[in-house]
């Protein structure tokens, strides 16, 4: 079972943030159930085999003042796919610094070697205020500037991406699902 967590704070966010992706699951016939950051309990963890941390609105920072619901991300160790702000959550949790940056629209990111089914330039949908600076433990796929926008923790099964796959790269999600 696939567990999509969502970081909005409003309930009304998540249409636009996990709505899309549980539609990407559920057209391919994966099973899923969803729960919120502050409600995830450790039969949930226990009985997924994947965890999608999925995005939130531009002015919804909650989830980093809530990390502390977040900590058994540091012991986990089934694959995990952090969604801009899920994976501002990992890179957090896992010692990474938090950044202030606002990028909005399509941009063109180039993916140096093939992370999740993107190779080469491709085109992206970027919504966020924040990017992060991760520490030596991640492998950087795409970066523009100081920006990374794909990584992958050279140790454990999690991936992050900041820009949103649901909008333009539906195929990252479920090459996740399926190789992750």
């Avoid at 966020?128 to 492998?139: K, T």
Wanted: aromatic fraction near 10%; proline fraction near 3%; include cysteine.
């Amino acid at each position: 079972m696939i567990l999509v967590i969502s970081n909005c704070k409003e309930k009304l966010h998540e249409l636009e943030f996990v709505r899309p992706i549980e539609q990407i699951l559920n057209d391919a016939s994966m099973k899923f159930s969803r729960k919120h950051y502050k409600q995830v309990s450790p039969n949930d963890l226990k009985n997924s085999s994947h965890i999608i941390l999925c995005g939130t609105s531009l002015k919804d920072n909650n989830f980093l003042e809530n990390l502390s619901s977040l900590e058994w991300i540091k012991s986990f160790d089934k694959p995990i796919l952090g969604i801009c702000a899920g994976m501002q959550v990992m890179g957090a949790i896992l010692g990474g610094k938090v950044k202030v940056k606002t990028e909005i629209g399509f941009y063109t990111e180039n993916f140096k070697k093939n992370f999740l089914g993107l190779e080469g330039k491709q085109e992206v949908w970027h919504l966020h205020n924040n990017y992060l600076l991760f520490d030596s433990n991640w492998g950087v796929f795409s970066k523009e500037g100081n920006i990374v926008q794909a990584v992958k923790h050279k140790t454990k099964p999690f991936y992050g991406v900041l820009f949103h796959p649901e909008v333009r790269n539906k195929n990252l999600i479920l090459e996740f699902v399926k190789n992750g």
